[in-house]
């Protein structure tokens, strides 16, 4: 399946706006192991995901054309 | 979730000293209103490391963090008996001494207004998906985090 | 007490949104300022036995006010880290809908600006020796009083 | 002696500025038990007396020429 990635504040410095192929990842928990590895500076900062413009609390399947969001920590206001 | 329109907080650049005191003015025909509460949020010349913040440049999610405050405005709405409540974020580049952040409560009595508007403030802290750059006067930056 | 100046709070009419927008511009040059807190107070519009507030006329025994915001003042500004504090209270006839008390103060963050402005707001009501006389359409009046 | 009274919010209607001579009266106490004698309409409602632009708190010697004022419950804000 292809999912599009989009991502923001310092995250979007080293993970830019994409479409990934994703086989044997099948919800947002394989997904974090997997951006993780792809994106090793993922690995050591606070980062919370949105699927479909929903935060992901607990973890979530994934379909084709999903969007996830991978979001630093807020700092608005 | 209510099929209430959602409202746009977001717009670009600083928010005027005019700009509030038009919304003040606005409330002068709700005349069952007796205490109004505001809360705003200004850029902060922070040294770090010996650097001076000039500016901080917000961005957000901005479908995400519409839906969420929709859910915020729901939720403090039904717990405090409120007239109004408008909410103002600044995006793109905020200058050092500008107001980034209004929020805005008014209720018949001054207790709800003030819990409400601090309890708001509170929220778009922690639960708004935006994100602050803080722009040195060197052109470096670093990011913000709310603590 | 200390030899500071003892501001006055008081001034005759109704509060103006353009007053305080322009009370809040002058804070851009004040760059370590990071929140700002305004309480407002608005005339009601009370029914009272079927009949309609059209204004409240405040007077004070205005020397007594001001040696005790003055007290008031000096106890927040050792209580909390603020940057500055500005009160404006107003004397005279008041009509519904228009602004009569304007509390304003402002930190490096926000946390002592909101709970200065509360604490003040507070104390003015219960500590200044201010009088509302609310004017009814028919022009008989009541006595506020302040719960 | 003699002192000034004045007054302020409802307790005006009824009790104009104007100088009292006392006799037997030496303190704040003692003072009020005078003027809801004077005026009964006083000692119906709750105040507060400020002598010289002090509120007094607890009972105080009165001297000649001192001002008193009486004051209704606050409603300011």
Chains 1, 4 share one sequence.
């Not at chain 1, 699927?51 to 996830?68: E, F, G, H, R």
């Not at chain 2, 959602?6 to 709700?30: E, Q």
């Not at chain 2, 601090?118 to 040195?136: D, Q, Y």
Request: net charge neutral; proline share 4%; hydrophobic share 40%.
């Amino acid at each position: 399946m292809e999912i599009e990635v989009i991502s923001f504040g310092k995250i979007a410095e080293f993970i830019p706006q994409q479409k990934i192929s994703l086989s044997n990842v099948s919800n947002t928990d394989e997904l974090k192991v997997y951006l993780e590895k792809d994106f090793p500076a993922l690995a050591g900062i606070k980062y919370k995901l949105a699927l479909n413009k929903n935060i992901v609390q607990s973890t979530l399947n994934l379909n084709n054309n999903d969007v996830i969001a991978i979001m630093p920590p807020f700092s608005g206001g | 979730m209510s099929d209430k329109k959602i409202k746009n907080i977001f717009s670009k650049g600083a928010i005027s000293p005019l700009f509030i005191a038009d919304s003040i003015s606005k409330h002068s025909s709700k005349t069952n209103i007796g205490g109004h509460s505001i809360f705003m949020g200004q850029v902060r010349k922070d040294e770090i490391d010996g650097k001076l913040v000039a500016a901080i440049e917000y961005t957000a999610y901005e479908e995400l963090a519409l839906n969420k405050m929709h859910e915020i405005r729901e939720e403090i709405f039904n717990k405090y008996p409120l007239s109004c409540m408008h909410i103002h974020h600044s995006l793109g580049t905020i200058k050092a001494g500008e107001l980034c952040l209004f929020v805005f409560t008014s209720s018949a009595h001054r207790k709800p207004a003030i819990d409400a508007c601090t309890e708001v403030v509170e929220r778009i802290k922690a639960e708004l998906p935006i994100w602050g750059k803080e722009i040195f006067e060197n052109d470096t930056h670093q990011w913000k985090e709310n603590i």
